[in-house]
Nanobody
């Protein structure tokens, strides 16, 4: 089993910045992918950014150039640096961990980010 601990959500004004962190603990041999998804009220959960075990990154078009995902050196902790936040970034952000070698998906409890205009 893998546990995910998220931190860093909150309220910020438009144009501001926040950083999310997600630490994975438990029976971990590696991961295929870690990342962040978000769900706004009345909308489906969507990908924000992911980082593969090999270090490649993937971003939603809506956050490219504003958000950066990174990993703490050799640790199962990822960060999401969010700059130039917009009201439409308001959502609950969920950390996702896809384990290696079993490709099992784990989800954090979610952290709310509210961007005021």
């Amino acid at each position: 089993q893998v546990q995910l601990v998220e931190s860093g959500g909150g309220l910020v004004q438009a144009g501001g910045s926040l950083r999310l962190s997600c630490a994975a603990t438990g029976s971990i041999f590696g991961f295929n992918r870690m990342g962040w998804y978000r769900q706004a009220p009345g909308k489906q959960r969507e990908l924000v950014a992911t980082l593969s075990g090999g270090g490649s990154t993937n971003y939603a078009d809506s956050v490219k150039g504003r958000f950066t995902i990174s990993r703490e050196n050799n640790k199962n902790t990822v960060y999401l640096q969010m700059n130039s936040l917009k009201p439409e970034d308001t959502a609950v952000y969920y950390c996702n961990f896809n384990s290696w070698p079993r490709s099992e998906d784990y989800w954090g409890k979610g952290t709310l980010i509210t961007v005021s205009s």
